[in-house]
């Protein structure tokens, strides 16, 4: 059964600083990866989303990247800003499936 | 754009009542999820469906039951309320690739 973890679990960094969020999978068969954000008591916001074949995507100040051999995804945010404070999620989808398979989330605080 | 709207943002019953959770997409989407977000652990998938009439069971259906009888709507029923099902709901559906996500409705139980 696929499981999907999410290192750290929280992230508290200065305003303008890059950081990048983990995310590992125990099954290779995948058919894509999904990465969301979540504001408190809010749905979810598809931010990227890569497919097998690809090894990254981008939009803006977000670069999302997959190494399916050995399952792993990051997500790089450049020049963080207050306002990218919330919770982010990993999602896997399984071959042949379109269930997803969610992480626990990395919560982050960007401080000013 | 894409929107997956869900009937109440926030819901309070009480213990044994019969609730409904609505979801409803605008863009003819065949499959539709629904799962529960707990501190945590994360979300589950409680079911879905692939079509009109058709459901299957996720991780976690036990105390739950769904309908879908137009393609545009999916509604999660809690047959008999119980505390445990307090949660975060969220409703979801597929286009192609990417899943769509609604706000959720916040249902706590008393």
């Known amino acids: ?112 | 754009d894409v929107k997956v709207t869900q009937s109440s943002r926030y819901l309070v019953k009480r213990t044994g009542e019969k609730v409904f959770l609505e979801c409803v997409q605008d863009m003819d989407h065949e499959n539709m999820f629904w799962y529960r977000q707990d501190p945590g652990l994360g979300l589950r998938l409680i079911y879905f469906s692939y079509d009109v009439k058709m459901k299957e069971k996720g991780d976690i259906p036990e105390g739950y039951s769904v309908s879908r009888e137009k393609k545009e709507r999916f509604s999660l029923i809690l047959e008999s309320a119980s505390t445990n099902q307090t949660s975060m709901y969220l409703c979801a559906s597929v286009s192609g690739t990417m899943q769509y996500f609604g706000p959720g409705t916040r249902l706590t139980v008393l």
Request: hydrophobic share 35%; glycine share 8%; proline share 4%.
């Open chain 1, 1 to 112: 059964k696929q499981e999907v973890t999410q290192i750290p679990a929280a992230l508290s960094v200065p305003e303008g600083e890059n950081l990048v969020l983990n995310c590992s999978f125990t099954d290779s068969a995948i058919y894509n990866l999904q990465w969301f954000r979540q504001d408190p008591g809010k749905g979810l916001t598809s931010l990227l989303l890569i497919q097998s074949s690809q090894r990254e995507q981008t939009s803006g100040r977000l670069n999302a990247s997959l190494d399916k051999s050995s399952g792993r995804s990051t997500l790089y945010i450049a020049a963080s800003q207050p306002g990218d404070s919330a919770t982010y999620l990993c999602a896997v989808r399984g071959a042949g499936s379109y269930q997803l398979t969610f992480g626990k989330g990395t919560k982050l605080s960007v401080i000013p």
